[in-house]
DNA sequence: GAACGCTCTTGATCTGGGTCAAAGTCAGGC
DNA sequence: GCCTGACTTTGACCCAGATCAAGAGCGTTC
């Protein structure tokens, strides 16, 4: 049920593989040259905070490299996770200068960016990159409503199971692996996890010692996890296996 | 910090308010009439279903009159609401023909639809459509996520406030009422209103007893509701109040 | 107007996950 | 090597909300 996105590079686009995918995936070679004229990279360290909500956010632009995380907050604290932002993920409201999230960099960073008027210029200008961003964001839509399911209706183990199985799929994607074998590294800690999941971190902690115990996952260190069965995984989930997996 | 979509709807699309605001809020007249063309009304029973998750969709459109919702499953069962169709509000991707979710009347409902093949073509023709399009999706991508914090993050009795707070807000703009006070007719039984809140209905009930107790809301009948004080009932909800009402 | 079928309310009890507390692991700095 | 601080694990206990169960309201049908 967790919709993978396909993440076709082509070579033509080496130098930002993300640029291609995220914005301008049937534009011309001069529409091309013009989004790299605009174009910028900015980097992060762990932990640093990419934008606060409310504050203006001059940019757009897409993950190259590392995680980000997308949170809302309550005045009395509570948080919680709305988005992860992995490599080829883009961020950023055309027409909106304003964050509506917190978003923060969970591991070391890199964006690749564009300057909020000429790109929101081109848009209106270049009716493909509106409608690639229409669909990314129908994308990310059914992923914000895939996860109301995990949020609304599963328990602790089946989140802790969803969201893993989320990582390994993007993983999988991006590394090698075999079909059912796949190890990742969590880009989060068992805090951020728990917001992202609506949980404690004291159950996070708990449940993925449960997973350990009986099997569906090895951990090697704290954040090293190997899932020696995917489908087990995704079962383990609550998802549907079907046309989940390559055959 | 529940954003109110503005239903500025202009005296000149009087037999369709709908079609203006929702895919057309800047064409010229021909489009408009290009539009007109392909557009028809659908009706449906309360408790009748729109389309099944995974079956063909062959038009988009938007809710003229009544409530529509979308939901979830999963295999055993359980099942949550992932979003609320009320008046103005668009469904169906383009692009793509499966539904991904169960599209449900929950009242009467009479929508505003476009076949699907035309209104791609003209999408694709008419950049202004896709821009739209893409705002309305950006708004439903930020209702998706704060209904994640509801869902992760608050209490029951909030849950309850938030939801009631969603429809007094809609309500409210439509229908005529001063800033404080609201009256609103739920269109959700209970046990739809808990699969939106991620509980049980009887949880849900017991709640909505407590607020009524507590004398935030007066009940007129199990689906009249009377709001008092919407700063109030949306304090309950925990949300921060700045902005939230005209002054 | 009795019987039926919904929807809704309320009560009693149970439990998954939260809360509080303490101790274990590990990387980096000196 | 050992200290420090951030992260993680585990234990004990508790409570919000689920579950199970019984009725109550109320519109429809015949």
């Known amino acids: 049920m967790i919709r993978t996105q396909a993440l076709t590079f082509t070579q033509d686009c080496n130098d930002c593989p993300i640029r291609h995918r995220a914005v301008c995936a049937r534009c011309e070679t001069d529409e091309l040259a013009r989004l790299e004229e605009i174009k910028y990279y900015r980097r992060f360290e762990a932990g640093q905070?990419?934008?606060?909500?409310?504050?203006?956010?001059?940019?757009?632009?897409?993950?190259?490299?590392?995680?980000?995380?997308?949170?809302?907050?309550?005045?009395?604290?509570?948080?919680?996770?709305?988005?992860?932002?992995l490599p080829s993920?883009?961020?950023?409201?055309?027409?909106?200068?304003?964050?509506?999230?917190?978003?923060?960099?969970?591991?070391?960073?890199?964006?690749?960016?564009?300057?909020?008027?000429?790109?929101?210029?081109?848009?209106?200008?270049?009716p493909h990159i509106a409608q690639r961003l229409l669909e990314?964001?129908?994308?990310?839509?059914?992923?914000?409503?895939?996860?109301?399911?995990?949020?609304?209706?599963?328990?602790a183990r089946e989140k802790i199971a969803s969201l893993l199985a989320i990582i390994a799929r993007r993983n999988a994607l991006v590394g090698t692996a075999d079909d059912h074998a796949v190890t990742l590294e969590l880009p989060l800690t068992r805090e951020a996890m728990a917001d992202y999941l609506g949980l404690t971190l004291e159950t996070v902690s708990r449940q993925i010692s449960a997973l350990k115990r009986d099997g569906v996952i090895v951990l090697t260190g704290k954040r090293h996890v190997a899932v020696p069965d995917l489908v087990r995984l995704m079962a383990e989930a609550g998802d549907d296996t079907d046309g989940g997996l390559p055959a």
């Open 136 to 155: 990314m964001t129908l994308d990310e839509l059914d992923a914000a409503r895939e996860w109301m399911l995990v949020l609304g209706r599963k328990t």
């Open 89 to 126: 993920d883009f961020v950023g409201r055309p027409g909106r200068v304003e964050a509506a999230y917190d978003v923060t960099a969970t591991t070391d960073l890199v964006m690749c960016c564009f300057r909020r008027a000429p790109f929101e210029r081109m848009m209106h200008e270049t």
């Open 49 to 85: 905070s990419v934008v606060w909500s409310g504050d203006r956010m001059d940019f757009l632009g897409s993950v190259v490299n590392g995680v980000a995380t997308l949170t809302q907050t309550m005045e009395d604290g509570r948080t919680q996770m709305v988005g992860l932002l």
